[in-house]
């Protein structure tokens, strides 16, 4: 389980930064799978946005465990919401990201991830009323997530 920040900047929804919680499955001869619950605030438009992000994780490097070496997240976002704060329409958002991430471990119960950074893209479902992520009507978004975490196991 671990706490994070995470920092977000979209080219059509702007900068956001928030919280969120995650839960590994790391297994120690390979692949992993994180979970990840993102609160994110700010934008163009104002949105608070819930997304649910799971991420498969590849050490680079061949090692297990995981610290002090890159690993490859693939990941997506299955499940996201977006709620502005003017009082526009609620939308769901869907997508995927790909990026790195560094873990160094701390102590035999505690693992800093140092850093994950992922590009991502995202698309607004539902009906075509004024549920967009940017004032200028877009239905999508790319950009870049940073964020920075402490594991407790």
Request: glycine share 16%; with cysteine; aromatic share 12%.
């Amino acid at each position: 389980m671990a706490p994070c920040l995470v920092a977000r900047v979209g080219i059509w929804s702007g900068y956001k930064g928030g919280a969120c919680f995650g839960f590994g499955l790391r297994d120690w001869s390979g692949v992993g799978f994180e979970l990840d619950g993102v609160i994110l605030a700010g934008g163009t438009r104002t949105t608070i946005d819930l997304l649910l992000r799971p991420v498969l994780v590849i050490p680079l490097a061949g090692r297990t465990p995981y610290f002090d070496q890159l690993s490859l997240k693939i990941g997506s976002t299955v499940v996201g919401g977006s709620i502005p704060t003017g009082g526009e329409k609620s939308y769901l958002r869907f997508g995927g990201s790909v990026g790195l991430g560094y873990d160094t471990s701390l102590s035999d119960a505690i693992v800093w991830r140092v850093v994950d950074a992922s590009f991502y893209g995202e698309v607004r479902v539902g009906p075509r009323a004024e549920a967009y992520m940017d004032r200028l009507r877009n239905s999508w978004d790319l950009g870049t997530m940073i964020s920075t975490a402490f594991f407790f196991h």
